[in-house]
């Protein structure tokens, strides 16, 4: 079975065939949409959580926008000085031909690939795009230029990732289960045990920490009393639950994003895939640059933002959950009602409160509203490879406040969390839209004011 990136591609060499022209192809921003994809599938392949998976894709994106702003700096700036820790990347030598759109390609690829694994996962990608380059026209010099600085921004990206802390997470003290009311413990059917406690220890990339923006108190853990605000929670995602509409189910499972869900059937036991949250974000991104008719370096930028904007919105909620440590609606339920309860979608493991899709949701969206403006009507694709119907968005605000929803249908989420949580990735995305000046009509309009 062909790779889905061949087929996307094959139409695009065609045509670059008939008009003897590299540019053609390779500065088709369709192009680099299909990597985001393309490292979409690895991380989906190989298990990365979703916590993990917006590094995976962070990286990628600020070494692929990199050799877009030192490419168009009339345009673009380095975020060089602007990320926490990120203090230089290399300049392109002067006088030095560059095909910068290639050079972006394959500093993505390099990136997503280092970050994640096997080794050698994007390699196949990677070649092909180099023989469509060369095959297709591109002079050896400036295909050896880009490839070198693409190298070199490469190299420069990878040893600031690697100060992140990421390594020292992976050996932590783990998480202590205690069976205490209201406390989280693992849920069915895996057990699994919680996923990245450590995460807000993470080097965050525009927040000042991973506490900047902190969640209130959840309501207080109270099944006793039945007026109580928690038990009215726990009653309103029961029957919520049990009464679900076809519409409900659908945005449920639309924004399920699990990326891995265990199945039992009797005895046996399988697990199927989808993209994380912040891959379907990726995704979004992709759809909402084909519509907007951008072009490759604003293309690039889109993805590079919008990841910013989920990493950070990644470590404000993880910092919340392991602050909390509260219970899921499943635990609750199954203790206090109802032995045989089950949420529509099945149980991440980890805290309940506060929501992570709805907090990247909510910042992804403040930071594509930056891009391609508010009242962006879109149609989300993303979730056909899985059998699942597309939606259709009066804006990006629109779809994070679907979400919002989705998980509460879902049963994984009281609706109070998933509010305060939307609220929160809201203020992380305003942060990172705020903050950062990419754009050198944004540093222009600030130094004019």
């Not at 390779?26 to 949409?33: A, E, G, T």
């Not at 690829?109 to 469509?132: H, N, Q, R």
């Not at 921004?153 to 600031?160: F, L, P, T």
Request: net charge neutral; proline share 6%.
């Amino acid at each position: 079975m062909k790779k889905l990136w061949l087929l996307l591609v094959i139409p695009a060499v065609l045509f670059a065939c008939r008009q003897n022209d590299y540019k053609k192809i390779i500065h088709d921003p369709v192009l680099f949409s299909n990597a985001v994809h393309e490292l979409n599938q690895v991380v989906m392949g190989n298990n990365f959580s979703p916590i993990v998976a917006s590094r995976n894709y962070l990286y990628a994106s600020v070494a692929a926008y990199e050799v877009i702003a030192a490419g168009y700096p009339a345009q673009y700036l380095s975020l060089a000085g602007q990320l926490n820790g990120l203090k230089e990347v290399p300049k392109p030598p002067a006088n030095t031909p560059i095909d910068f759109e290639l050079a972006s390609l394959l500093a993505y690829c390099k990136l997503g690939e280092a970050v994640t694994f096997p080794e050698g996962s994007m390699k196949e990608y990677v070649d092909s795009i180099k023989s469509i380059a060369k095959d297709h026209g591109m002079p050896s010099d400036v295909f050896k230029n880009s490839v070198a600085y693409a190298d070199a921004v490469s190299a420069a990206i990878m040893a600031w990732s690697k100060k992140d802390n990421y390594a020292q997470t992976r050996s932590a003290t783990r998480y202590t289960v205690m069976d205490v009311e209201g406390r989280w413990i693992p849920t069915p059917p895996a057990y699994t045990s919680a996923m990245e406690p450590h995460w807000k220890e993470i080097r965050t990339l525009v927040m000042d920490s991973a506490n900047q923006f902190p969640a209130p108190p959840p309501f207080a853990y109270d099944m006793k009393d039945s007026n109580s605000a928690y038990c009215k929670e726990v009653m309103k995602i029961k029957t919520a639950v049990e009464n679900l509409t076809d519409e409900q189910k659908h945005i449920a499972d639309f924004w399920d994003d699990n990326p891995f869900k265990l199945n039992v059937s009797g005895h046996i036991m399988y697990a199927t895939k989808k993209f994380s949250p912040p891959g379907h974000w990726e995704s979004i991104v992709g759809i909402a640059a084909k519509k907007a008719g951008a072009d490759f370096p604003t293309t690039v930028y889109a993805y590079a933002i919008t990841s910013i904007a989920l990493f950070d919105a990644f470590i404000q909620c993880w910092d919340a959950k392991y602050t909390y440590n509260t219970a899921r609606p499943e635990t609750v339920i199954n203790k206090t009602l109802d032995m045989e309860w089950r949420p529509y979608l099945q149980t991440p493991p980890f805290p309940e409160y506060t929501c992570g899709h709805s907090t990247c949701s909510s910042a992804a969206a403040e930071a594509l509203t930056n891009v391609f403006g508010d009242n962006f009507a879109y149609t989300d694709t993303t979730e056909l490879e899985f059998g699942i119907k597309s939606r259709s968005y009066t804006s990006f605000r629109h779809a994070a406040d679907e979400n919002n929803w989705a998980r509460f249908y879902g049963g994984i989420h009281f609706h109070q969390s998933c509010i305060v949580s939307t609220e929160l990735g809201r203020k992380v995305g305003q942060l990172v839209v705020s903050k950062l000046k990419m754009k050198k009509s944004e540093l222009t309009a600030t130094l004019t004011k």
